[in-house]
């Protein structure tokens, strides 16, 4: 029989599990966000190599601010962000609600969040001029959290993702874990969507880059590698 430990090396990524994103006192609340925090903190207590939450801190100057362009509206308008050093590159976004500034009660973790299991909090979104959903790093690679530098270094072989928000930073996050080579799982109860009637239709494009999404379906909780056979 084979070495389990040598070839399933897990880490948990909780994602952006924050005040601003969970209701009932969030700028930018994702609908039913809070929910999920018993399942977190069921997850933590699994035998992951790594647990590791994020969080998302913002300068107050962030680009992703609708308050911050003249004119424009949270969740409707969009803003273009070019490369600062190649005009050539660029990539649309949606503008939000001021949200996780940094040293805000918004930008805490839910307190109720079991971090005394977390091994690294990871701090992201904290370059002004890019957007950055992913835990990893922005569309440009200007602005690298080490997050894959920890996962690497660690020897992890599969990347578990939940938290906040599902169809943003967590998407973004697992989509980043497959680039980099890592089995990538988002458990679907440990999240949840800004926009929950586009849900079924982003979860598709997910899978489509190689995410597996993963049910725990009521089962009992014990070895990680349970979870995804
Ligand atoms: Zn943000």
């Given at each position: 029989?084979?070495?389990?430990?040598?070839?399933?090396?897990?880490?948990?990524?909780?994602?952006?599990?924050?005040?601003?994103?969970?209701?009932?006192h969030?700028s930018?609340?994702?609908?039913?966000?809070?929910?999920?925090?018993?399942?977190?903190?069921?997850?933590?207590?699994?035998?992951?190599?790594?647990?590791?939450?994020?969080?998302?801190?913002?300068?107050?100057?962030?680009?992703?601010?609708?308050?911050?362009?003249?004119?424009?509206?949270?969740?409707t308008?969009?803003?273009?962000?070019?490369?600062?050093?190649?005009?050539?590159?660029?990539?649309?976004?949606?503008?939000?609600?001021?949200?996780?500034?940094?040293?805000?009660?918004?930008?805490?973790?839910?307190?109720?969040?079991?971090?005394?299991?977390?091994d690294?909090?990871?701090?992201?979104?904290?370059?002004?001029?890019?957007?950055?959903?992913?835990?990893?790093?922005?569309?440009?690679?200007?602005?690298?959290?080490?997050?894959?530098?920890?996962?690497?270094?660690?020897?992890?072989?599969?990347?578990?993702?939940?938290?906040?928000?599902?169809?943003?930073?967590?998407k973004?996050?697992?989509?980043?874990?497959?680039?980099?080579?890592?089995?990538?799982?988002?458990?679907?109860?440990?999240?949840?969507?800004?926009?929950?009637?586009?849900?079924?239709?982003?979860?598709?494009?997910?899978?489509?880059?190689?995410?597996?999404?993963?049910?725990?379906?009521?089962?009992?909780?014990?070895?990680?590698?349970?979870?995804?056979?």
């Open positions: 029989m084979s070495d389990l430990t040598a070839i399933f090396k897990p880490a948990l990524l909780v994602i952006d599990f924050q005040e601003d994103f969970c209701p009932p969030g930018l609340a994702v609908p039913d966000g809070r929910t999920i925090l018993p399942i977190l903190n069921a997850l933590l207590l699994l035998p992951f190599a790594l647990k590791i939450a994020t969080r998302d801190f913002h300068p107050k100057n962030h680009v992703s601010f609708a308050s911050n362009h003249p004119g424009a509206s949270p969740y308008s969009n803003f273009s962000i070019t490369h600062p050093t190649n005009p050539s590159l660029s990539y649309t976004t949606t503008l939000w609600p001021d949200h996780c500034v940094q040293n805000t009660t918004g930008s805490s973790l839910i307190p109720e969040l079991d971090v005394s299991r977390v690294r909090i990871i701090e992201k979104g904290k370059n002004p001029d890019v957007e950055m959903y992913s835990a990893f790093y922005d569309p440009f690679h200007i602005s690298d959290s080490g997050l894959k530098d920890v996962l690497k270094g660690a020897g992890i072989t599969d990347v578990f993702v939940v938290g906040l928000a599902a169809d943003y930073c967590v973004a996050s697992a989509e980043h874990a497959v680039d980099e080579g890592f089995r990538t799982y988002i458990v679907e109860e440990a999240t949840k969507p800004v926009s929950p009637e586009e849900w079924p239709e982003v979860k598709r494009g997910i899978r489509e880059h190689g995410v597996k999404f993963i049910s725990l379906g009521g089962r009992e909780l014990g070895r990680v590698q349970d979870l995804v056979i």
